[in-house]
């Protein structure tokens, strides 16, 4: 799942898109800037609008959403 969140932060143009993790929470991506892929690529940060951080690994990341609107 890091693979298809890492295809999300590079595509162009960028389209806004949710993380939905195993504890069914969602995390929403809607700029390039705020979520990236650690170095070892084991993990996908997200930084929310108020700067809360949310540090997902591959295991608990249970799919990626587009979200063409922003919605």
């Not at 295809?7 to 995390?27: A, G, K």
């Not at 997200?46 to 700067?51: F, L, P, R």
């Amino acid at each position: 799942m890091i693979a298809d969140v890492r295809e999300r932060l590079d595509r162009v143009p960028f389209l806004p898109f949710v993380i939905r993790t195993s504890d069914e929470h969602e995390y929403s991506v809607p700029t390039v800037n705020h979520a990236f892929i650690t170095p070892r690529g084991n993990r996908a940060i997200v930084v929310a609008h108020n700067g809360a951080t949310a540090v997902l690994g591959p295991l608990h990341i249970n799919s990626v959403i587009d979200q063409p609107n922003g919605e």
